[in-house]
């Protein structure tokens, strides 16, 4: 049988999918992950097999695409699969840079909430692809690597979940967007770092508030409100890693510094906080406080879009109590997205986020409560 073998780089992709256009996301998983090697070989009828050899965008290959190289080749397969890419401030810059929408939870699940795309590539965590499953059974959602979890979703594993509601009835169940589609079924409303304490105020003071799963957003919230509410115990292993003894030392370098802080780190940082908010409202406060110096205690990622933002302030990351090359506060999970990954997900229109239809159903009410409120 006659075979064409085709080195795997950018031409074979514009191949496959110019000259083949017609294949389905089967097939096209076997050239899979960006980690995958092998020599794609054309057979008669169009059949693709691999042979050892060639990669992608790894070292073994006879042709490893440069980063400009995955960008166009991103930009390209944007088009050709009707794809937008949606990023959290979290995200690695040259992510950041290639998506078409860069935002905090709430924003980034209304620009889901609004697409228009056949399908969406979200450069975040897994709960935030689901979010956007959740508000779009008809798309095709893409995660770059499944394996970008949260700590704060891993904290209420959906049985333990149920069992609390179960030993705590009627209340209302506000969950923080932060949790798996599971959580989000069986929650009343959702809520985010936005719109916690709107959220919660929407509730008639009569009624019990069980809040989830983050327990230092859901303090900041009893205190915003005055609401008593029964919190779960869950904690983000980022923010509740920020130090205070670092960060004291730089507010002593820099008096004149104000620090802002995401409502996800623990009372003892944010009592020192000049402002307390969720991604979006950090990078809106450096911009219009008068303020020179800030002291951002969040993941790292959000000093891209600031730094872009207010080029002439002088922006200091919160360190870690962990030792790390950043000295800042870095998410292991939202790093797991490369543009390596993003272009194998276009690439093969993998990994996909599937969720049951009833759960998907029930985790809409809950969401769609919460987008009303805004
Ligand atoms: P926001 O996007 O609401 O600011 O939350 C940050 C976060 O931790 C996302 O995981
Ligand atoms: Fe989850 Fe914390 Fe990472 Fe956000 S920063 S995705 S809450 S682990």
Not at 232 to 261: N, R, Y
Not at 283 to 293: A, C, N, S
Not at 344 to 356: D, K, M, Q
Request: glycine residues 6%; negative net charge.
């Amino acid at each position: 049988m006659p075979s064409t073998a085709i080195p795997l780089s950018q031409k074979l992709y514009s191949y496959i999918n110019e000259v083949i256009p017609d294949r389905g996301r089967g097939e096209f998983g076997q050239l899979s992950s960006a980690s995958d090697h092998g020599t794609l070989t054309l057979m008669n009828g169009g059949t693709l097999s691999m042979q050892a050899g060639v990669n992608a965008s790894g070292p073994a290959g006879k042709h490893t695409m440069t980063e400009h190289e995955l960008v166009e080749d991103i930009h390209r397969l944007k088009k050709e699969k009707n794809a937008i890419i949606l990023a959290h401030y979290y995200q690695q810059p040259e992510i950041q840079e290639l998506a078409d929408f860069v935002g905090d939870s709430l924003g980034l699940a209304q620009a889901a909430d609004r697409t228009g795309a056949r399908t969406i590539l979200f450069a975040g965590v897994h709960f935030m692809a689901e979010t956007a499953k959740i508000l779009n059974s008809g798309r095709t959602v893409l995660l770059p690597d499944l394996n970008a979890g949260c700590s704060l979703a891993d904290s209420a594993p959906p049985e333990k979940f149920r069992a609390f509601l179960d030993a705590h009835p009627d209340q209302v169940v506000v969950s923080y967007i932060n949790c798996s589609a599971e959580v989000k079924a069986m929650s009343d409303i959702i809520c985010t770092s936005s719109n916690a304490v709107r959220v919660v105020q929407s509730i008639p003071a009569d009624r019990k508030v069980i809040f989830a799963p983050d327990k230092h957003l859901g303090a900041y919230v009893q205190r915003m409100t005055g609401r008593e509410m029964l919190l779960w115990d869950g904690v983000c292993e980022v923010h509740v890693d920020i130090s205070l003894d670092k960060m004291k030392f730089l507010l002593g370098k820099h008096p004149d510094a104000k620090l802002v802080a995401h409502p996800e780190c623990p009372p003892h940082i944010l009592a020192e906080a000049d402002h307390v908010g969720s991604t979006t409202s950090l990078l809106d406060f450096v911009q219009r406080d008068p303020g020179h110096t800030f002291i951002v205690a969040t993941e790292g990622g959000i000093l891209h879009k600031m730094r872009q933002a207010v080029p002439g302030k002088i922006l200091i990351a919160a360190p870690a109590n962990m030792e790390n090359s950043c000295a800042c506060s870095e998410c292991p999970y939202m790093k797991m997205n490369t543009l390596a990954k993003v272009h194998s997900a276009l690439l093969t229109g993998s990994p996909e986020i599937f969720l049951e239809e009833n759960v998907r159903a029930k985790a809409e009410i809950a969401l769609r409560r919460m987008m009303q409120l805004g």
